[in-house]
């Protein structure tokens, strides 16, 4: 007769997504192909980035909502654990995610929700990354970074970036090694927030 055990998972993954709302998501995408459409390859974007963390195994998965958790969505309870983004701005957010879920993981990865060319193997490599760095980065060809792991809560990461920009990745990865820690990249990859980003990286 088998036994069921208790695997306790160390590794938590969160993912930020948007309420999706006409107007209020990919709102630089839109400008080129309207609300309807802007919503509607978020919609493809998101469901792509559901399938893709599914497939990761042995990890706690977190879903942060920017407005409010929706009981009604793909997003199981079963398989995820559901929050509400902080206050502030996207610094203040990711910072707030990370020292929420540190609590209950020794390994924290954070992966955005509008890369098409995101795989669960990316995911897996930042995992198996962390077992000797204290950082992972995924870098995005805009300067930005689709992923970003730690394996101890290093908060001044998030201290003085200027967001959307593309000195990013380059600033972030440069205050980690400024502080002595070892860093790893995983493969460059393309967010989608222009229509030659969806029209080159995209799927339909």
């Given at each position: 007769?088998?036994?069921?055990?208790?695997?306790?998972?160390?590794?938590?993954?969160?993912?930020?997504?948007?309420?999706?709302?006409?107007?209020?998501?990919?709102?630089?995408?839109?400008?080129?192909?309207?609300?309807?459409?802007?919503?509607?390859?978020?919609?493809?974007?998101?469901?792509?980035?559901?399938?893709v963390l599914s497939a990761v195994q042995y990890v706690n998965r977190y879903v942060y909502y920017s407005?409010?958790?929706?009981?009604?969505?793909?997003?199981?309870?079963?398989?995820?654990?559901?929050?509400?983004?902080?206050?502030?701005?996207?610094?203040?957010?990711?910072?707030?995610?990370?020292?929420?879920?540190?609590?209950?993981?020794?390994?924290?990865?954070?992966?955005?929700?509008?890369?098409?060319?995101?795989?669960?193997?990316?995911i897996q490599q930042a995992i198996d990354a962390l077992d000797d760095n204290n950082v992972v980065i995924?870098?995005?060809?805009?300067?930005?970074?689709?992923?970003?792991?730690?394996?101890?809560?290093?908060?001044?990461?998030?201290?003085?970036?200027?967001?959307?920009?593309?000195?990013?990745?380059?600033?972030?990865?440069?205050?980690?090694?400024?502080?002595?820690?070892?860093?790893?990249?995983?493969?460059?990859?393309?967010?989608?927030?222009?229509?030659?980003?969806?029209?080159?990286?995209?799927?339909?």
């Amino acid at each position: 007769m088998s036994r069921k055990t208790n695997i306790k998972f160390t590794t938590g993954i969160i993912v930020f997504i948007k309420n999706p709302r006409l107007g209020h998501v990919k709102t630089r995408l839109a400008k080129d192909v309207g609300n309807e459409k802007a919503l509607e390859i978020y919609l493809k974007l998101t469901a792509h980035t559901h399938r893709v963390l599914s497939a990761v195994q042995y990890v706690n998965r977190y879903v942060y909502y920017s407005e409010f958790v929706d009981d009604t969505d793909d997003w199981s309870t079963d398989s995820f654990i559901k929050r509400i983004q902080s206050n502030g701005d996207l610094g203040d957010k990711i910072e707030h995610a990370f020292t929420e879920v540190f609590k209950q993981n020794e390994k924290v990865i954070i992966i955005g929700s509008d890369c098409a060319q995101l795989s669960a193997n990316h995911i897996q490599q930042a995992i198996d990354a962390l077992d000797d760095n204290n950082v992972v980065i995924g870098p995005s060809l805009d300067g930005g970074y689709y992923l970003l792991g730690m394996d101890s809560n290093f908060q001044f990461l998030f201290e003085g970036i200027e967001w959307s920009t593309a000195s990013v990745f380059e600033t972030t990865k440069n205050k980690a090694l400024a502080q002595g820690l070892s860093v790893a990249e995983i493969e460059k990859l393309s967010d989608i927030d222009y229509i030659e980003d969806w029209e080159k990286y995209g799927f339909d």
